[in-house]
């Protein structure tokens, strides 16, 4: 294993340890839930969004389910608070971002992730190599999208 793959495996077992954002905010304070799951492992993730106009306030998630699965909504989670603090993701950046995730993870590790637009998640890009992994990794994504569409 190289440095950097040690490095994202890491990564991916501190967001898992650590869940940013884990824990629903309170439902009358959202504007739409999402609840998604995946049938073939079991994970499962429930995501809250609060949405004021055009741009995420807010998003918070509870779920169980396989490291890859919690360190990405985690990793999502601190993607959407970075943008807050820096204005906000509008929804139209978020389904942008979602499209870019998708695309990457489903394209074999030919599409590597950018470090500079998704941070630490980032290191999901080798999960793009184990296609029974991928629905795990767009699990909260797919939750944010359905989310939003719903708000």
Known sequence: MSALEGLYQELILDHSKGREGFGL???????ATSHQRNPICGDEITL?????????RDVTWEGAGCSISQASASMLTTLV???????GMTREDAAELIGRFREALRSRGTIPLDEETFGDASALSGVSKFTARVKCAMLAWVALE??????
């Open 48 to 56: 809250r969004v609060r949405v004021d106009g055009d741009v995420i």
């Open 25 to 31: 905010a309170a439902e009358e304070g959202a504007n």
């Open 146 to 151: 359905d989310a939003l569409a719903r708000a």
């Open 81 to 87: 608070e970075d943008a807050t603090d820096e204005g």
